[in-house]
């Protein structure tokens, strides 16, 4: 085989990786029928082949509507036609729940969703609902959300620091790991930022900040996205990124923040200097990110 045939081959594969039917009409058609019972009340299409946006690894995410007084079964995953099915059961009181929280309405509102069935008129109530959601009534809710998370994530901080004392880095990978998806939430929460998708979740937290600010930097390099230059552990460097991100994070958050809560974290950025100052001294100035 020539290398001119080999190029060929690849590029061909190449294609057919980002190349994703729709889905039928007929395909939903058959879902609807074989998913329908007597209490179910409706059925939505939501995520990538919602938006249109699905790649050859995306799953088919579906809702299931049941009556308010029915308790819903745990989520569960077929295959159809090739496809991974991610099939969840959710009540309209339920829904209305979680969109007067926060911290859950962040992820509910901004998504896409396609109607497959709508047997009384209520999911579709429901959408022109969600369409409609208005931010401010929660701002307050939002506030206390992430002043107290900003207390409890303390607890993270010191892990951070006390696996890094210890040399532990697979204990730390966890804590660094934990620390970064909170602190993020904690922003989201705060600032309203109506989340999209999962591909999205965390650029989007970083545009609402600002992708010069400190607080980005931070984040990215607490991911691992992005990378000092250092003869030293990514994972090492990646948890006293997240020890930066949290004092960056109070900075952020300071004038919601309750008084007391405010004291907790005050004295732990205290030990977060005290610390990194230590490492400053036996690592050299790349530690401080």
């Known amino acids: 085989m020539t290398n ?16 994703v039917e729709p889905l039928s009409d007929v395909f939903f058609d058959d879902l609807v ?11 939505i299409l939501g995520g990538s082949y919602a938006r249109n946006e699905a790649t050859p690894f995306s799953d ?28 969840g059961a959710k009540t309209i009181a339920d829904v209305r729940s979680e969109l007067a929280r926060p911290e859950r309405a962040i992820f509910i509102v901004s998504g896409f969703r396609r109607v497959l069935l709508d047997k009384d008129g209520s999911v579709g109530r429901l959408m022109r609902e969600i369409e409609t959601f208005k931010w401010e009534p929660l701002q307050k809710a939002a506030d206390s959300y992430a002043s107290f998370g900003m207390m409890i994530y303390v607890e993270q901080v010191y892990k951070i620091l006390s ?3 210890k040399h532990d880095y697979l204990a730390l990978s966890y804590a660094t790991s934990k620390l970064l ?29 600002g992708l010069d600010s ?39 958050l300071r004038p919601a923040m309750h008084s007391d809560h405010l004291e907790v974290a005050g004295q732990a950025i205290r030990v977060i200097d005290e610390a990194l100052a230590l490492q400053y001294q036996q690592k050299g100035p790349t530690l401080s990110c």
């Open 33 to 43: 029928a074989e998913l329908d019972s007597d209490e179910i009340i409706g059925i």
């Open 163 to 165: 696996e890094i004392f």
């Open 60 to 87: 088919v995410d579906i809702a299931c509507f049941l009556p308010d007084s029915v308790k819903p079964l745990p989520k569960r995953f077929i295959y159809r036609d090739g496809r991974l099915l991610s099939i």
């Open 4 to 19: 001119q045939t080999q190029q060929d081959k690849g590029k061909t594969k190449q294609h057919t990786l980002k190349s």
């Open 214 to 252: 400190a607080w980005t930097r931070y984040d990215r390099l607490a991911s691992g996205v992005d990378v000092v230059a250092a003869d030293d552990r990514p994972i090492r460097m990646r948890g006293i990124a997240a020890l930066n991100l949290y004092r960056e994070t109070i900075a952020l």
């Open 181 to 209: 998806s909170s602190l993020t939430e904690a922003v989201a929460v705060q600032r309203g930022v109506l989340v999209k998708n999962d591909s999205t979740y965390y650029r989007q937290v970083q545009e609402a900040i």
